[in-house]
């Protein structure tokens, strides 16, 4: 899985500031992760139990920085210095590991 994220975000995920990294609870997010994550049958809640590879792209297109991750998934509120809204729940990718880095 390929998620684009913007250049702050990157960054600091990068130096270690920064340990989660948040999308919206939609279908779109919902189908890509259960493909990906254990989740709970007919919920969709992840369980929080597995980890995965999950590449992380500053921006899109195939040449820009990127890094690869091992993360686990979660449901959960997130920081506002981290860019979540207050008081919205989010998928919550927490980042365990950075495995490899391109051009960064």
Request: glycine letters at 6%.
């Amino acid at each position: 899985m390929i998620l684009p994220i913007k250049s702050k975000w990157f960054y600091m995920i990068l130096s270690g500031d920064k340990k989660e990294e948040y999308r919206e609870i939609k279908p779109y997010y919902t189908i890509r992760f259960k493909k990906m994550f254990e989740m709970y049958p007919y919920s969709y809640i992840p369980t929080g139990f597995d980890k995965q590879f999950v590449e992380f792209r500053n921006g899109y297109g195939n040449n820009r920085p990127s890094f690869v991750a091992v993360c686990s998934l979660s449901i959960k509120m997130g920081k506002e210095e981290w860019g979540a809204e207050k008081g919205k729940e989010y998928y919550v990718l927490y980042i365990h590991e950075i495995l490899k880095r391109n051009n960064c």
